[in-house]
Antibody, heavy 118, light 107 residues
Framework: QVQLVQSGAAVRPPGASVKVSCMAS????????IAWVRQAPGQGLEWMGS????????YFAQKFQGRLTLTTDTSTSTVYMELTSLRSDDTALYLC???????????WGQGTLVTVSA | DIQLTQSPSSLSASVGDRVTITCRSS??????LSWYQQKPGKAPKLLIS???GLQSGAPSRFSASGSGTHFTLTIASLQPEDLATYSC?????????FGQGTKVEIK
């Protein structure tokens, strides 16, 4: 069965960076784009960016340009999301998701809570 | 960016009630709209794609319709396990955007 398993919760001080992993299993990793979506406490979902493990094409929401890095490791079927220069308003649940169609996600990771606090 | 506005923001209904949630887009998006269900403490689950396509495994009491700028999600007979937040999302163009969510509670 398709599974996306994310790394554990992280706490970072303002200005630091965080790297979250998303390990895929149960399907051919290279065939599906992986998206990253975040959800601040009590807020709606916000798309951050997407990466294709097939050709390494990447797409970023404008607000994260320059702060967001997406990478893949095809040997372990893992996608990494790194966000730098963290601010308090980056405190959120970060989710990876598999895109079954362009920008439509059918399977999601369990989420990684990132807390930015001094 | 395309703005999606859901109404209501929350609702409380009884088991067996018919529930309708609306999603309006700031511009026409054809049928490039999906609906997600997010239960408390869980990741979102894709319910509907292409405005009206029920995902495999989703209960048949869920249905959706719409095109252009006006979309609806209907739960024909609300069940206790439908307690969740429902969000619409457009994939007409990037960036994909989501509605703010509708929280459904059971009376």
């Amino acid at each position: 069965q398709v599974q996306l398993v994310q790394s554990g919760a992280a706490v970072r001080p303002p200005g630091a960076s965080v790297k979250v992993s998303c390990m895929a299993s149960g399907y051919t990793f290279r065939n599906y784009v992986i998206a990253w979506v975040r959800q601040a406490p009590g807020q709606g979902l916000e798309w951050m960016g997407s990466i294709s493990p097939y050709n390494d094409n990447k797409y970023f929401a404008q607000k994260f340009q320059g702060r967001l890095t997406l990478t893949t490791d095809t040997s372990t079927s893992t996608v990494y999301m790194e966000l730098t220069s963290l601010r308090s308003d980056d405190t959120a649940l970060y989710l990876c998701a598999r895109d079954v169609d362009t920008d439509v996600s059918d399977y999601w990771g369990q989420g990684t809570l990132v807390t930015v606090s001094a | 960016d395309i703005q999606l506005t859901q109404s209501p923001s929350s609702l409380s209904a009884s088991v067996g009630d018919r529930v309708t949630i609306t999603c309006r887009s700031s511009q026409a998006i054809s049928t490039y709209l999906s609906w997600y269900q997010q239960k408390p403490g869980k990741a979102p689950k894709l319910l509907i794609s292409s405005a009206s396509g029920l995902q495999s495994g989703a209960p048949s009491r869920f249905s959706a319709s719409g095109s252009g700028t006006h979309f609806t999600l209907t739960i024909a007979s609300l069940q206790p396990e439908d307690l969740a937040t429902y969000s619409c999302q457009q994939n007409y163009n990037r960036p994909r955007t989501f509605g703010q969510g509708t929280k459904v509670e059971i009376k």
